[in-house]
C-alpha cells in the first residue's frame, strides 16, 4: 500500500522559508510525475508545482514562481518543496500527491489531468503571519 507522508509545515512570518518533505513508502519514485497541492479555509485546492522524477523537469504556479522550488532525492524516495519569501496568502494545507502510472497531469496555463493523482499525503499545514 502506498503511502506519501508530509512534513516540515509550521508556522513562520512573512518573508521566511520553510522546506516541506513528502516521504513515500510502498512505492519508489522512478519516471513518474508528482506535484505539491494546497488549500487555504474556504478555498479550492490548487496546485503548486510538479515534478518529473525521471528527468527532474519541473513546474510552477504563478503566484508561487520564482519563491518556491520542487526537488526529490530518489535514493531516499523523498520530494521537496522549499518554500521561500513566505507571503501571508500562502497559508493553507499543503499536500504532496503522486500520478503513479506516469504523467497524467500536467500544468499548461492551468492544471490538467489531476484525475490521474492516486496517492496523496494527509497534508501539513503552512501558516505565515504578517
Known amino acids: 500500500q502506498v503511502q506519501l507522508v508530509e512534513s516540515g509545515g509550521g508556522s513562520v512570518q512573512a518573508g521566511g522559508s520553510l522546506r516541506l518533505s513528502c516521504t513515500a513508502s510502498?512505492?519508489?519514485?522512478?519516471?513518474?510525475?508528482m506535484g505539491w497541492f494546497r488549500q487555504a479555509p474556504g478555498k479550492e485546492r490548487e496546485g503548486v508545482a510538479r515534478i518529473y522524477t525521471g528527468g527532474g523537469s519541473t513546474s510552477y504556479a504563478d503566484s508561487v514562481k520564482g519563491r518556491f522550488t520542487i526537488s526529490k532525492d530518489n535514493a531516499k524516495n523523498t520530494l521537496y518543496l522549499q518554500m521561500n519569501s513566505l507571503k501571508p496568502e500562502d497559508t493553507a494545507m499543503y499536500y504532496c500527491?503522486?500520478?503513479?502510472?506516469?504523467?497524467?497531469?500536467?500544468?499548461?496555463?492551468?492544471?490538467?489531468?489531476?484525475?490521474?493523482?492516486?496517492?496523496w499525503g494527509q497534508g501539513t499545514l503552512v501558516t505565515v503571519s504578517s
Open positions: 500527491a503522486a500520478d503513479l502510472a506516469g504523467c497524467g497531469f500536467s500544468l499548461l496555463g492551468s492544471w490538467y489531468g489531476l484525475d490521474a493523482l492516486d496517492a
Open positions: 510502498g512505492y519508489t519514485y522512478s519516471s513518474n510525475c
